[in-house]
T-cell receptor, first 112, second 116 residues
Framework: DAKTTQPPSMDCAEGRAANLPCNHS???????VYWYRQIHSQGPQYIIH???NNETNEMASLIITEDRKSSTLILPHATLRDTAVYYC?????????????FGGGTRLMVKP | NAGVTQTPKFRVLKTGQSMTLLCAQD?????MYWYRQDPGMGLRLIHY???????AKGEVPDGYNVSRLKKQNFLLGLESAAPSQTSVYFC???????????????FGQGTRLTVV
C-alpha cells in the first residue's frame, strides 16, 4: 500500500503558484519524501526530494512540516505544460535497490 | 547519453504469444526496475534488480520473468501473454551515491502492450 495520501485532482490558474499537498503520517525517520510527475502517460519525471529541510530547485520547492507528517510541493509560476499527474512518494533513503511505490497521485490541471 | 531506452515502443500480441521487452541504460546504474501502469492507475512494480545477475519480485510479478545478464540491460519476458497484461510498461534505473543515499530514478518512455 502507498504510504501517502493526495487529493485526486486540483486546478490552478496559469501564472499562479500551484500548491500540491501530501500526507505521510506514518513516515519513518530514514524515509525521504520524493515528488515525481507524469505528463500525458510519458515516463515519470523526477522533480525534487527531501528528508526534513525545505528544498528548492529549478523546478519546484518542497516544504516539509516539522513533524514530517505532511509536505507541500510548490510550483511557483504554473504553466500549461505543468498539467500532469503529480506523485508524492516516501522512500527509504539508504536501502540498496529501494524501489518507488506509487499511489494514485494528484492530477493537476493548469488553466489559462 | 540516451538515459533509459525501452524497446519496442508499441506491440500487439495475441493471447498465448510470448515476447521480451528490452530496457537499456547508459548511465552505469546498479539498480533497474520494471513497472506496469494500467489506465487511470499509478505504477506498480513487477520485478527489480540490484545488480548484474540478480533479480527480485515486486508487487505484481506473476506472469512475468526477468533477466539482468549485463549491467546495462534489464529484460522483461512474457511467456504466455494474457489480455490482463495489456498495459503500459515502464523501466527505470537508479544508483547509490557514495554517501549511501539512493538517487532519484530515471524512467524510460514506456512500452504500450496490447494483448488481444
Amino acid at each position: 500500500d502507498a504510504k501517502t495520501t493526495q487529493p485526486p485532482s486540483m486546478d490552478c490558474a496559469e501564472g499562479r503558484a500551484a500548491n500540491l499537498p501530501c500526507n505521510h503520517s506514518t513516515i519513518s525517520g530514514n524515509e525521504y519524501v520524493y515528488w515525481y510527475r507524469q505528463i500525458h502517460s510519458q515516463g515519470p519525471q523526477y522533480i525534487i526530494h527531501g528528508l526534513k529541510n525545505n528544498e528548492t530547485n529549478e523546478m519546484a520547492s518542497l516544504i516539509i512540516t516539522e513533524d514530517r507528517k505532511s509536505s507541500t510541493l510548490i510550483l511557483p509560476h504554473a504553466t500549461l505544460r505543468d498539467t500532469a499527474v503529480y506523485y508524492c512518494i516516501v522512500r527509504e533513503g539508504h536501502n540498496a535497490g529501494n524501489m518507488l511505490t506509487f499511489g494514485g497521485g494528484t492530477r493537476l490541471m493548469v488553466k489559462p | 547519453n540516451a538515459g533509459v531506452t525501452q524497446t519496442p515502443k508499441f506491440r500487439v500480441l495475441k493471447t498465448g504469444q510470448s515476447m521480451t521487452l528490452l530496457c537499456a541504460q547508459d548511465m552505469n546504474h546498479e539498480y533497474m526496475y520494471w513497472y506496469r501502469q494500467d489506465p487511470g492507475m499509478g505504477l506498480r512494480l513487477i520485478h527489480y534488480s540490484v545488480g548484474e545477475g540478480t533479480t527480485a519480485k515486486g508487487e505484481v510479478p506473476d506472469g512475468y520473468n526477468v533477466s539482468r545478464l549485463k549491467k546495462q540491460n534489464f529484460l522483461l519476458g512474457l511467456e504466455s501473454a494474457a489480455p490482463s497484461q495489456t498495459s503500459v510498461y515502464f523501466c527505470a534505473s537508479s544508483y547509490l551515491r557514495w554517501t549511501g543515499e539512493n538517487t532519484e530514478a530515471f524512467f524510460g518512455q514506456g512500452t504500450r502492450l496490447t494483448v488481444v
